[in-house]
Every structure is written in C-alpha cells, then in structure tokens.
DNA sequence: CGTATGTTATTGACAGCGTCAATTGACGTT
DNA sequence: AACGTCAATTGACGCTGTCAATAACATACG
C-alpha cells in the first residue's frame, strides 16, 4: 500500500495532504473536506491523494493521528516550569479546553467523532501518548495523597466532565461564554471537592 | 413546502419515513442511511421523501424531534411512582444512560452530531420538553434545600458529566462494561459529594 | 548517448449520492 | 365524460469516492 518512495519522502508528502485537509476542514467546515478539493487544493491531480491514503478513511485516521499529537505537544509545553501535581493537572484541562474551543472542527474530529471499527495501530500510540502525559500529574499527585483515587478511576471522570461540559458548550446549550465559565467554575469546584484529598 | 394533503395524512406519512429511516440507521449505521434506501425500503419511488421533508437535513431533523420525544417519554414513564427528587434525579440519570445504550444510533443522532446552523423551532420545542422534564426534580430538591445549586447551574454539570462518561464508553476508552460501570460509580459518589447538601 | 524499466501522476470511467424539473397518473368535481 | 389538481414517478445533473488504464518521468543499463 505505501508507494515506493524513500520513507522519508512518503511521509513528507502525507503530512503535506494532512496539514492542506486539515487546513480546509478547519477553514470550510468538516463537510467540505472532499478528496477531490484536497487534491486541487493541494495542486495535484484527483487521485494523487490514493497514492497516499488508502481510502478517505485513512486520511482522517492520519488526521486524527496528526490532532492527538498536536494536543500532546501543547500539554507538554504546557506544564514546563509548572511543579505542582495539582497544578499540572488543572494546566493540562486548561489546555485541552483551549484546544477545543480554538481547533473546534478537529477537536471533534478527535474526540467527537465515532470511530467505526477499531483503532488503527498508529492511531492507538498517538491516543496512548496523550493518555500518558495526562496521566502522570494525576499519579504523582495521588502517590503523594494528595488525590483520593488513582490516574486509572480519576482520568475518565475528569475527561468525561470537561468532554461534555465542552459539547454542551458547542451545541449552544450554555449560553454565553460567560456562562460556560461559570459551569467550569461550578464543576472545577465541585470535581475538587470530591477528589482532592487535602491542599496542595 | 408541506403538500396539500391533510394535516392528518401529512403527518402520518412524516412519521412513517422518520421511523423507517430510524430502523435504517439503528440497523445497518448512520452512514447506511441515504434517501434513496429509505425511499426503496419504504416501498415508495426515489424522490418521494423529498414531498415530505425539504432536504435529507430537514429528515434528520425530523428524526431528532422524534428521538427527544422518545426520551422524553421514556423519563416520564421511568419516574412514576418514585417520589423522593434526588431518587428520581437517579433515577433519570439511568434513563438517560439507558437510552443512550440500547440506542446508540439514535443517542448519537441527537447529542453527538454536531447541529450546523441554529436548530429548528419544532426541534428547540422538543428539547426544552426534555429540559423541563429533568429539571423540575433538580428545583424541587433545590427548593427543599437538598441540593447546593439550582437546576441551571447543576443540570449543565451533570448532563455533561454523564454525557462525557458516555462518550468515552462509546470511544472504548473505559474498558469493558465492568469498568465502565465502576466509572460510573466513581462519577455518582463524587457528584453526590458535591451536589447533596443533605442527605433526603 | 539512447533505450528499457519501474514507479509516480494523470485521465477516463462507474456507481451512488442529493436534488430539481418535467412527466405521469389517479381521483374528485362539474 | 372531460377537466383540473396534486401525489408520485421518472429523467437528468453535478458531485462524490474509487478503480483501471494511460501517460510522464526518472533512473539503470547496453
């Protein structure tokens, strides 16, 4: 299935036709993501892009693949200089707040949009990496006693408060901006109350 | 647009295309479902939807004011009998967990498909019934002292906290149908922490 | 230096989709 | 029995994803 290029090359000119689909999906909307438009868009004929990627499918496993690392170099950037578990964890939702109100098509396209089958191998790392990075502030500080319960039960209930507080938010069910921050502030308090075991 | 039968027919005829295409896309996925097939499948010519519904969004929409309604019903009948307002909260909370997985089909049609422009009037209709029905527990609990916060500020915190937990589930961030149960137990008791001032 | 080979890129083609315009056909009214 | 009305069908168009055949082009070899 890859072209017999050098492996460099091949993956240049994908993350070439990821970075001009993402640039499309984010400036025109997920439904105009066409191959055909990628494909003119990019300067090449119709079904260059199948040299490349399988099918459509496959572009969007690489586009996904390309948003998870994205989200994972900006946590990572994020916490530098931050020394305080507890303090690392609220960076890291920080971020993942601002990465989905500034990339809205792709962050559903990572967290919002169902994946069919299984997860591709590459795609499983990409999501496993994030895993990891989020994952450390929450086990240092529950090693430390400062959380209640480990990164394993505390992750999910997090993510999936801060996940849908944000869809709540993008389907206009919260109102203004300045409600949305209210509801963070209202779950922010309410998620520290029931975990946080004693100040940090 | 509506055509010239009688309201009756029209509508009868509406609501046979709307759960036609429901089976379509519970059964063989949202993808599956096209015009076409729906048409074919509903014994009846290609463009004869098109009588009904003004374009496939107007179908989709059609579909949503049903899913709504469906669950809508489903938490009025779940809470009869139950007369305690933080029991029926839970007991809304199941309902909603409930729906969202024996239809996960239709659960994604309505909270998990993003709603491109502002939503329809008969639509915005159908979810301020759904919002009316959760919230009334949530102010009586409020107004008897039991709750910490009123419904438009506790309803978004927990709506988005179950939804998120659903979605992870769905994505098979959870593991397997234990786990995800013990999340949601994690969930429960940490939103009880925060929420219940006293016990009812 | 010219030719042969292999591989990238382009064009052609096909089925299926959403959608609109023109046509058919049944049915109640006069 | 002729007419008018309107639901329903068929035909057609442009677009999509995708595959097969073709062209262009670089590189290796005589």
């Known amino acids: 299935m890859p072209p017999g290029l050098s492996e460099d090359e091949i993956v240049e000119k994908r993350d070439l036709f990821v970075n001009c689909a993402l640039k499309i999906?984010?400036?025109?909307?997920?439904?105009?993501?066409?191959?055909?438009?990628?494909?003119?868009?990019?300067?090449v004929s119709r079904t260059t892009p199948y040299l490349y990627f399988k099918d459509k499918a496959a572009l969007l496993?690489?586009?996904r693949i390309h948003g998870f690392n994205a989200l994972s170099d900006a946590c990572e950037q994020a916490i530098i200089g931050v020394e305080k578990h507890?303090?690392?964890?609220?960076?890291?939702?920080?971020?993942y707040v601002t990465f989905a109100i500034t990339r809205p098509a792709l962050y559903r396209l990572l967290?919002?949009?169902?994946?069919?089958?299984?997860?591709?191998e590459p795609l499983r790392a990409a999501t496993d990496r994030y895993?990891?990075?989020t994952s450390a502030p929450m086990q240092k500080a529950y090693?430390?006693?400062i959380m209640a319960l480990p990164p394993e039960r505390l992750g999910p209930v997090l993510w999936a408060a801060i996940h849908g507080l944000l869809e709540l938010r993008s389907a206009g069910l919260l109102g203004d901006d300045q409600a949305f921050e209210e509801v963070q502030?209202?779950?922010n308090s309410v998620l520290a109350k029931g975990f946080v075991k004693k100040a940090d």
């Open 25 to 43: 999906m984010e400036s025109e909307g997920s439904d105009a993501l066409t191959l055909r438009k990628l494909a003119t868009t990019a300067g």
């Open 61 to 63: 496993d690489a586009m």
């Open 86 to 95: 507890v303090k690392q964890m609220r960076v890291l939702g920080e971020t």
């Open 111 to 120: 967290f919002m949009s169902g994946v069919d089958g299984d997860m591709s």
């Open 131 to 133: 895993n990891k990075i």
């Open 143 to 145: 090693d430390a006693g």
């Open 185 to 187: 502030r209202n779950l």
